[in-house]
Structure formats: structure tokens, C-alpha cells
């Protein structure tokens, strides 16, 4: 059989791969009942707008109460991810969601850095961690999670950076907390061009010390903009399925990917809350394929590209992109 296509995925939120299956079983470890609304009889997350999906998404992760518990999702992931042919993983993870169910930062990351570590040993895979702060949660919060990442440094933390509703907020009043981390000499990342316009990817550029756009495909709106993207050498997340799920665009036929290529935009495909979107790191690949026309070589540059802006150490890098070419 031939080995599958090697990849690299820099954007999927680890709360957001628990899948439905996982989600009830963590839910009858911890004796947590789920919402009557929280799945379908099919086994998948109801959402039908981008509110209900963060409802939803703040439900299902509500049953991931224990270090355990993060160990057993993380695992799960990147073992699933080894199988499609990844290579390397960085998974965001959110302080602030393991703090409502009880968790303190060290012992969530306790629990993610051994599922990193098991799914190293029994598939291969290397993981690593981006510790996000919540948009909607404030700038207030956002400085916490900060101080914390600072305060307790581990290896396999590798970035930082900001999901959540674009909408709220503005980019310079989260500034404080990416200077801390960047003083700490940590790389940063931040959701922007995805609900919200163009007009936030230029104000995270302007506000924020970022070398990596969460999203960031609305820039394609302001060619300008995307001209100052390639000068600068800011590479972007792209997550396909979730694009044409939360309906920033209607289909993969309007999705501005090889537009943004073209321009020579350095791009990663990625998965984002893979359950929530029918998709997974593999699938993502597919559809690059299938819709936008990527050969074998053309997806073999984009896990060059991906580990190239990786957050992942010098010798991480070095030695994944020998197994891609």
C-alpha cells in the first residue's frame, strides 16, 4: 500500500477535534448529561449559524473536565491525523475552556503534553502546542493566559495566539498581551479575515506581532493589502471546509485559495474543529486536489510551506522537511 501523502496541519483547536463519540465518552466518565440539542441522531453537532456553532462548541467541550481527559483527546487526534499522513500537529488549546470546567493551566497542559508524547511514541507524529486566548473572553483574560504561558514555559508550547468572535473588540487592546509573550521570545498567530473584512487582517498586522494569520482569506478583498502580506512574509492558516461551512463563502468554487496563491501568499491547508465541519487534515488535502486543481507536488509544497512557518524549533523543521521531498 502506498504510504499517504506527508502533511502538516498549524490551525485545528484541540477542544474542537473531540468528536461525538469522544464527547460521549468523556461525558459518562465524568457523569456529565448532554444536551437534548447537542447532537443529531446521526451522531454530529447541531449548529446552523456561527452563534449557535459557538454554543455548541462551548457544550461539547464542557465534558473535558480532567488532565486525563485532555490526554485521551489530544491522543485520539494525532493518531487519527498519523493515519491521513501527518507529519506534525500544532493544536491550539484553550486555558480558558479548561478553567470552566476546573482546570488550572499546568494541569491541562499536563494532560496535553503527555497525549503529545504517547502519540509520539506509538505513531510518530510530532505535536506541539498554541495556547489561545479568547477574543469575546477580553483583553483583561487575554493577559492572564498570557502571564501564564510566560510563567510556566514549556518546550512543547511552542506559540500563541487568539480565537474567537472578530467582531468584539479591537486588535490594539489585546496588543499588551502579545508584547508580554513576544518579550518571552514566543511566535504569535491571530484569527483574523474570516467573519470579520480584510480591514482586520491589516489591523492584526498593524496591532499585533504576528507572523501568522488564523484564517486570514478575506485579505483577497484589498489587493493591497495582499501585497503587503507577500512583502512581509505573513503565511496564513487556511481551513477550507470550515470557510465554506460558517459561510464566508457559499463554495469551493468562490473560495479565493488560488488566488491568494498566485500572488505568492505562502498558504497551509488545515482542518480547524474538524468534527464540527465533516472534515479532517486528509480530507483537507482532497479537497485541494479535487477543487483547486493542487498536484502531488503542488500538496507536497504546501507541508514545506506549512513546516517552514511552523512554530516547531530549527531541528524539528529540518528533519520533518527531509521526509516530505
Not at 472578530?166 to 489585546?174: K, M, Q, S
Request: include cysteine; hydrophobic fraction near 40%.
Amino acid at each position: 500500500m502506498t504510504p499517504p501523502l506527508p502533511k502538516a496541519e498549524l490551525h485545528c483547536h484541540l477542544e474542537g477535534t473531540t468528536s461525538p463519540s469522544l464527547v460521549r465518552r468523556l461525558a459518562r466518565r465524568n457523569r456529565i448529561p448532554l444536551p437534548e440539542n447537542l447532537l443529531d441522531d446521526g451522531d454530529n453537532f447541531i449548529w446552523i449559524d456561527v452563534e449557535s456553532f459557538l454554543k455548541t462548541y462551548d457544550q461539547a467541550s464542557s465534558v473535558i473536565r480532567t488532565a486525563e481527559d485532555y490526554r485521551d483527546l489530544t491522543y485520539d487526534y494525532l493518531a487519527s491525523s498519523a493515519k491521513e499522513g501527518a507529519l506534525y500537529v500544532e493544536v491550539m488549546s484553550s486555558p480558558d475552556h479548561a478553567a470552566a470546567a476546573g482546570i488550572d493551566y499546568e494541569g491541562h497542559l499536563e494532560g496535553i503534553v503527555e497525549g503529545i508524547e504517547s502519540a509520539e511514541r506509538d505513531h510518530g507524529i510530532i505535536g506541539r502546542i498554541i495556547v489561545t486566548c479568547v477574543r469575546h473572553f477580553g483583553p483583561e483574560q487575554a493577559m492572564r493566559v498570557a502571564e501564564a504561558v510566560v510563567h510556566s514555559p514549556h518546550p512543547y508550547v511552542v506559540g500563541f495566539g487568539m480565537g474567537g468572535n472578530e467582531l468584539l473588540y479591537t486588535l490594539r487592546e489585546f496588543a499588551p498581551a502579545f508584547s508580554l509573550i513576544d518579550t518571552a521570545g514566543l511566535p504569535t498567530t491571530v484569527h483574523a479575515g474570516e467573519w470579520a473584512g480584510a480591514e482586520s487582517v491589516a489591523d492584526a498586522l498593524d496591532a499585533l506581532p504576528v507572523s501568522r494569520i488564523g484564517h486570514g482569506v478575506r485579505a483577497v478583498e484589498d489587493p493591497a493589502l495582499v501585497e503587503r502580506l507577500v512583502r512581509e512574509g505573513i503565511h496564513l492558516e487556511v481551513c477550507l471546509s470550515s470557510n465554506i461551512a460558517t459561510r464566508v463563502y457559499d463554495d469551493f468554487a468562490s473560495h479565493p485559495f488560488n488566488q491568494l496563491r498566485e500572488a505568492g501568499l505562502s498558504l497551509s491547508l488545515n482542518s480547524d474543529d474538524p468534527p464540527y465541519f465533516a472534515t479532517s487534515i486528509g480530507r483537507e488535502y482532497l479537497i485541494g486536489s479535487k477543487f483547486f486543481g493542487l498536484d502531488v507536488e503542488a500538496l507536497k509544497l504546501i507541508t514545506i510551506e506549512a513546516l517552514k512557518y511552523s512554530f516547531a524549533n530549527h531541528q524539528t523543521k529540518k528533519e520533518l522537511i527531509t521526509r516530505v521531498v
